[in-house]
């Protein structure tokens, strides 16, 4: 885990500002999965799969909020209790010189020392007394003051156990996404660079990339008269890719404001672009569209892995909440991001299950150029600029998401006795190739980018997305009643989740094991057959 001390927020910025940012974090790869996955399940299936899995994305997500406030409110009040407690030792060491030097006095006839003694005995608890001084006036103990991240939260909630697992759950999380991201880039750089194309002399229609795409096999050239097949060309640019960033996770840099402008202007260009292609296609007659199921519910829990990772954020959210401004409008920022965000899903899900007959697992392949199908030149820019998308965005994103694996890494290994005593150019060297080769390791061993989408996101995803903010939760409340009982005072929580009642979290966990379990016997069921 990559902790630090206590940060106070960063510079604050608007409600609006703030929604703009957790929205860009949220709309990203997983949603390049989703028309695959509506296409399996059936759009009736996939969009209430869909909305359920935003609803508890929401309630999780709210969770995390109020567990950084309640977290910032338990470190408030035991750093009062430890300074009062310094200053009445303080004290006592006072009195004790006083009395020293006045032994042989009698003492003082005024009652006011009397009542003064009184009072302090047996009437306050003297570990805790003023502890709660300063506390109260402003604002309130529980606040988002401090920028605590999930691996701070664990600290003051979790024991030995539950720090571990949650570094690992990070790791996992993010060894998958470099899996998926070196799958998406060396996926789109094949299948737009190879030209090889077995039906280009016997088609003429507008509909022969689709049916190429779906037809072209793993075994089949890249290039006509090349002994260098699919599967080759494939393995070549993870290969290059590999070479080209990852020597990036051996330096620290960070994700700069004009890099994150251009991600972002690039992102949802291609999203408006692919949507608007989607339609025209729609409404193209001539066109062969898509006609897909209602419901296959065999093929649901892709649908499950795919939306917990299209929802992904919880892991960035004491980043994204500490600026904002106004912290009352947390809850409704989020409330209309997911709104938005499953409405955006479902515009382009169902645009691309309805406008194309097949979807491939990388949505942006649909729209692979066609060398033979003479298009217009605005619509070649456009068809290349969307295939290579994946390529623009994910290689930004790539290295520094490859040095928090590093430092993730490092932290948790380092904690073992046995490799603590690491020399300096070891871990500079081990840990950033342990964390840029397995991921390329398991691009080489399969290119499905379903799979891991689904992996990802049931697995990992479903442990930081589910799991984790029930656990925090669940502790920070019984942390915050117990400091109320110990105090005798009562501890408001301002951030505190509307979804307060203790079913809530059951209701998540019991969710989060089923769909869990669908998808692990899915995969057992597909190995079988």
Same mark, same amino acid.
């Given at each position: 885990? =990559?902790?630090?001390?206590?940060? /106070?927020a960063?510079?604050?910025?608007?409600?609006? *500002?703030?929604?703009?940012?957790?929205?860009?974090?949220? =709309?990203g790869?997983?949603?390049?999965?989703?028309?695959?996955?509506? &296409?399996q #399940?059936?759009?009736?299936?996939?969009?209430?799969?869909?909305?359920v899995?935003?609803v508890?994305?929401?309630?999780t997500?709210?969770?995390?909020?109020?567990s950084? &406030?309640?977290?910032?409110?338990?470190?408030n009040?035991?750093?009062?209790?430890?300074?009062?407690?310094?200053?009445?030792?303080? %004290?006592?060491?006072?009195?004790?010189?006083?009395?020293s030097?006045?032994?042989?006095?009698?003492?003082?006839?005024d009652?006011?020392?009397y009542? =003064?003694?009184?009072?302090?005995?047996g009437?306050?608890?003297v #570990?805790?007394?003023?502890?709660? +001084?300063?506390?109260?006036a402003?604002?309130?103990?529980c606040?988002?003051?401090r920028?605590?991240?999930?691996?701070?939260?664990?600290?003051?909630?979790?024991?030995?156990?539950?720090?571990?697992?949650l570094?690992l759950?990070?790791?996992?999380?993010?060894?998958?996404?470099l &899996?998926i991201y070196?799958?998406?880039?060396?996926?789109?750089l094949?299948?737009?660079?190879?030209t090889?194309?077995?039906?280009?002399?016997?088609?003429?229609?507008?509909?022969?990339?689709?049916?190429?795409s779906?037809?072209?096999q793993?075994s089949?050239p890249?290039?006509?008269?090349t002994? /260098?097949?699919?599967?080759?060309?494939?393995?070549?640019?993870?290969?290059?890719?590999?070479?080209?960033?990852?020597p990036?996770?051996?330096f620290?840099?960070?994700?700069?404001k004009?890099l994150?402008?251009f991600?972002?202007?690039?992102?949802?260009?291609?999203?408006?672009?692919?949507?608007?292609?989607?339609?025209?296609?729609i409404?193209?007659?001539?066109?062969t569209?898509g006609?897909?199921?209602?419901?296959?519910?065999?093929?649901?829990?892709?649908v499950f892995g795919?939306?917990?990772?299209?929802f992904?954020?919880h892991?960035s959210?004491?980043?994204? =909440?500490?600026?904002i401004k106004?912290?009352?409008?947390?809850?409704t920022?989020?409330?209309?991001?997911?709104?938005?965000?499953?409405l955006f899903y479902?515009?382009l899900?169902?645009?691309?299950?309805?406008?194309?007959?097949?979807?491939?697992?990388l949505?942006?392949?649909?729209?692979?150029?066609?060398?033979?199908?003479g $298009?217009?030149?605005?619509m @070649?820019?456009?068809?290349y600029?969307?295939?290579?998308?994946?390529?623009?965005?994910?290689? *930004?994103?790539?290295?520094?998401?490859a040095i928090t694996?590093?430092?993730n890494? @490092?932290t948790?290994?380092t904690?073992?006795?046995?490799?603590?005593?690491m020399?300096?150019?070891?871990?500079?060297?081990?840990f950033? /190739?342990?964390?840029?080769?397995?991921p390329?390791?398991?691009?080489?061993?399969? +290119?499905?980018?379903g799979?891991?989408? *689904?992996? *990802?996101g049931a697995?990992?995803?479903?442990?930081?997305?589910?799991?984790?903010?029930?656990c925090?939760v669940?502790?920070?409340r019984?942390?915050?009643?117990?400091? +109320?009982?110990?105090? %005798?005072?009562? /501890?408001?929580?301002?951030?505190?989740?509307a979804?307060?009642h $203790?079913?809530?979290?059951?209701?998540v966990?019991s969710w989060s094991?089923?769909?869990?379990?669908?998808?692990?016997?899915n995969?057992?069921?597909? #190995?079988?057959?």
């Amino acid at each position: 885990m =990559v902790g630090g001390g206590d940060k /106070l927020a960063p510079a604050t910025f608007s409600a609006g *500002t703030a929604a703009i940012y957790i929205f860009n974090l949220i =709309v990203g790869t997983g949603a390049l999965a989703l028309p695959n996955a509506f &296409a399996q #399940a059936g759009w009736g299936l996939g969009t209430g799969l869909l909305v359920v899995l935003a609803v508890f994305s929401y309630i999780t997500a709210s969770w995390v909020v109020e567990s950084m &406030a309640a977290c910032n409110g338990i470190k408030n009040i035991e750093q009062s209790i430890n300074s009062h407690k310094i200053d009445e030792d303080m %004290n006592d060491q006072d009195e004790e010189d006083k009395t020293s030097r006045n032994f042989f006095e009698e003492p003082d006839d005024d009652d006011s020392a009397y009542l =003064v003694k009184t009072d302090l005995t047996g009437q306050v608890n003297v #570990a805790t007394y003023g502890a709660t +001084e300063g506390i109260t006036a402003g604002q309130p103990v529980c606040n988002l003051a401090r920028q605590l991240e999930l691996a701070e939260m664990a600290d003051i909630l979790f024991n030995n156990v539950g720090r571990v697992c949650l570094s690992l759950c990070m790791v996992a999380y993010l060894f998958g996404d470099l &899996a998926i991201y070196c799958t998406a880039v060396a996926k789109s750089l094949r299948d737009v660079s190879c030209t090889y194309n077995p039906m280009s002399k016997n088609s003429s229609t507008s509909n022969s990339s689709i049916t190429n795409s779906s037809t072209l096999q793993l075994s089949d050239p890249c290039w006509d008269g090349t002994p /260098l097949t699919r599967s080759d060309a494939y393995r070549m640019y993870v290969a290059v890719f590999l070479l080209l960033l990852g020597p990036f996770a051996f330096f620290n840099v960070s994700k700069t404001k004009y890099l994150q402008i251009f991600t972002t202007a690039m992102r949802w260009t291609a999203f408006i672009t692919m949507v608007t292609l989607s339609i025209m296609r729609i409404l193209d007659t001539s066109a062969t569209h898509g006609n897909p199921p209602i419901a296959n519910f065999s093929t649901a829990p892709t649908v499950f892995g795919v939306s917990v990772y299209a929802f992904m954020c919880h892991h960035s959210i004491p980043s994204l =909440v500490s600026p904002i401004k106004n912290k009352s409008s947390v809850a409704t920022i989020f409330a209309t991001d997911y709104i938005l965000i499953a409405l955006f899903y479902l515009i382009l899900a169902f645009t691309g299950i309805f406008a194309f007959p097949v979807v491939p697992d990388l949505y942006t392949l649909v729209f692979k150029p066609d060398q033979g199908a003479g $298009s217009s030149l605005p619509m @070649e820019i456009a068809d290349y600029f969307l295939a290579l998308f994946p390529v623009f965005t994910l290689s *930004t994103n790539f290295p520094i998401i490859a040095i928090t694996l590093k430092k993730n890494l @490092e932290t948790i290994i380092t904690n073992i006795p046995f490799f603590s005593t690491m020399s300096p150019m070891s871990r500079k060297l081990v840990f950033p /190739l342990v964390a840029i080769v397995i991921p390329a390791l398991v691009a080489l061993g399969t +290119e499905d980018l379903g799979i891991l989408v *689904t992996i *990802t996101g049931a697995y990992a995803g479903a442990g930081i997305q589910y799991v984790i903010p029930c656990c925090l939760v669940f502790l920070a409340r019984k942390r915050l009643n117990k400091l +109320e009982t110990d105090l %005798n005072m009562t /501890l408001h929580n301002p951030l505190a989740s509307a979804f307060k009642h $203790s079913g809530f979290v059951i209701l998540v966990l019991s969710w989060s094991v089923l769909a869990v379990g669908l998808v692990t016997a899915n995969f057992i069921i597909k #190995a079988v057959k």
